[in-house]
């Protein structure tokens, strides 16, 4: 019903910017609330944002809160995840989410997503 493509990844310098866009498509925008997880070699998958589309609610992990910021643009049935003062830590796949449901935190409730686009940072 709701189809995710990630993009914007790539390779950057610690304390570097990027912006990860994820298109939607399938399904009204509006009534979708959508999250940004990450995932690291060997390791769970991690929450790191969330927006409720019929709330206007954000979440947001606290390893990346006042450095990422999660917005959209719902004419284009697109949203964006804001990545400022990146650090090695933050290396890892970006993947998009999203559920009919709220913005919740862990990633069971969440029942379509991306394929994930490559994040890394160096020092």
């Known amino acids: 019903q709701v189809q995710l493509v990630e993009s914007g990844g790539g390779l950057v310098q610690a304390g570097d910017s990027l912006r990860l866009s994820c298109a939607a498509s399938?399904?009204?925008?509006?009534?979708?609330?959508m999250g940004w997880f990450r995932q690291a070699p060997g390791k769970e998958r991690e929450f790191v944002a969330a927006s409720g589309w019929s709330r206007s609610m954000t979440n947001y992990a606290d390893s990346v809160k006042g450095r990422f910021t999660i917005s959209r643009d719902n004419a284009k049935n697109t949203i964006y995840l804001q990545m400022n003062s990146l650090k090695p830590e933050d290396t890892a796949v970006y993947l998009c989410a999203a559920n009919s449901i709220g913005p919740y935190d862990y990633p069971g409730v969440y029942e379509y997503w991306g394929q994930g686009t490559q994040v890394t940072v160096s020092s």
């Open positions: 399938g399904r009204t925008f509006s009534k979708i609330s």
